[in-house]
């Protein structure tokens, strides 16, 4: 079983910066591709980002190519999202999500596990 437990998020304004990051325990999720997803209220939970096992490979939503950047240490067990240039319609609960194949994916039904997500606020 992984434990997934995302940190980093809070209140901004337009234009901010916050890094997240998600720590997993319970076993090494160094052979995992991990993921970021999004639900903002009212709208379905939507991916953001995702990094393949050896953070070689990494796939970013059209939505936040350029601002977000998906990050792993693997000696930490954790991964980061780098969140620049933060805008209103980023608002939203973020998730952090593991798979077991080690190869990045935007699917989130392919994700086999889910942290408790923390609350992001961008004030305009």
């Known amino acids: 079983q992984v434990e997934l437990v995302e940190s980093g998020g809070g209140s901004v304004q337009a234009g901010g910066s916050l890094r997240l990051s998600c720590v997993a325990s319970?076993?090494?999720?160094?052979?995992?591709?991990m993921g970021w997803f999004r639900q903002a209220p009212g709208k379905e939970r939507e991916f953001v980002a995702s990094i393949a096992r050896s953070g070689g490979n990494s796939y970013h939503a059209d939505s936040v190519k350029g601002r977000f950047t998906i990050s792993r240490d693997n000696a930490k067990n954790t991964v980061f999202l780098q969140m620049n240039n933060l805008r209103p319609e980023d608002t939203a609960v973020y998730y952090c999500?593991?798979?077991?194949?080690?190869?990045?994916?935007?699917?989130?039904?392919?994700?086999?596990?889910w942290g408790q997500g923390t609350q992001v606020t961008v004030s305009s």
């Open positions: 999500a593991a798979r077991r194949d080690g190869r990045y994916y935007a699917g989130a039904p392919s994700y086999d596990y």
């Open positions: 319970g076993r090494t999720v160094s052979s995992y591709a």
